[in-house]
């Protein structure tokens, strides 16, 4: 049976009053530090845990910051946002509750349930949730999955910056026929359909054929059949979605008996901790997962303390990781 703050009087031989001030640091209660002890001692000694419901009931809020997922697959750069963020957030005191997005249910069923401080999402919010949460109380601190048109209180990066880098890099390094390696999952097309548009973007700007598109999914198999339409097709260099697809185009290039990089280059995106042990290592394309993260937590806590000014943004959070597969 649960501890209560009634069992917390009794043993101290204080009134729940008393115990309520105590336990819940209530500013202006005149306790002697002598009963403050004994108080203390009594709920260590019974196992006493407030109750996260009735403390929100208290103060109108939570402890918690909710972050949104959409309906995405969790692969380690999520992860590692994650894991950064709610590591940042903890030194405030705070906790994040993740919501990954399934089914049609509203938003609002959750957030009025866990009477979130903070709401954050990783992909925009619709108008009328936002207007909802604020009216509410809860500070929204709102993303894009794309914004080259910057807006400086969003967080985002721009995913058609990444697929031009990549080009830019194969370019740099001499390729001159260019094919694109995309997922199959139709869950990631927010983030694939815009870096393949700087993959064309980028042959184009360099005067450079359309790249020769193909899915390919994490099996070899797959990837050869890849392999063999860019051989056909006089590809010299890949684009890849991610590091996991390019690790699989990797395999594939060699099932099908073709040397990288001397006859295909191949470059990623994320720059996971696998592709500096690929054989040949793999380029990629940094996105600073933990610089994204800090500035993530530096917002939130920015709206934590409704503060307006948006933290400085990093100047750039996109790198080549230049390695052997190029």
């Known amino acids: 049976m649960a501890v209560t703050s009634a069992d917390v009087a009794h043993a101290s031989g204080v009134s729940r009053t008393t115990v309520s001030y105590v336990l819940n640091g209530r500013p202006g209660a005149t306790i002697s530090e002598a009963t403050r002890r004994r108080v203390l001692e009594a709920a260590e000694q019974l196992g006493y845990a407030p109750s996260a419901a009735a403390r929100t009931l208290r103060r109108g809020r939570s402890d918690l910051v909710l972050v949104v997922l ?98 830019e890099h194969l370019v740099e390094r001499g390729h001159g026929r260019i094919g694109w390696a995309g997922p199959t999952d139709a869950r990631l097309a927010e983030f694939s359909e815009p870096r393949l548009a700087g993959v064309v973007e980028a042959c184009a700007t360099a005067g450079l054929p359309t790249p020769v598109l193909a899915e390919v999914d994490l099996e070899v198999g797959s990837a050869r059949a890849a392999a063999a339409i860019w ?7 890949v684009a890849a979605y991610n590091d996991d697809v390019a690790l699989a185009v990797l395999a594939g290039l060699r099932a099908e008996g073709l040397a990288i990089p001397d006859d295909v280059a191949v470059i990623g995106v994320d720059d996971a901790p696998f592709a500096r042990l690929a054989c ?31 933290p400085p943004r990093p100047p750039d959070m996109l790198a080549v990781v230049r390695r052997d597969s190029t």
């Open 70 to 167: 959409p309906h995405w697959p969790i692969g380690p750069v999520i992860d590692t946002l994650l894991d950064h963020l709610a590591d940042d957030l903890a030194e405030r005191g705070m906790s994040v509750l993740v919501h990954h997005g399934r089914g049609t249910r509203p938003l609002a069923d959750l957030w009025r349930v866990v009477t979130p401080r903070t709401v954050v999402g990783l992909t925009a919010f619709a108008p009328e949730e936002v207007r909802a949460m604020r009216r509410a109380g809860i500070r929204v601190v709102g993303t894009r999955i794309d914004a080259d048109d910057h807006d400086p209180s969003v967080y985002a990066i721009s995913q058609r910056r990444i697929g031009r880098m990549q080009v």
């Open 280 to 310: 040949p290592a793999l380029s990629t394309i940094s996105q600073a997962i933990d610089v994204q993260a800090a500035y993530l937590a530096a917002a939130t806590i920015a709206a934590l303390d409704d503060d307006d000014d948006h």
């Open 231 to 237: 051989r056909e097709a006089g590809v010299d260099a």
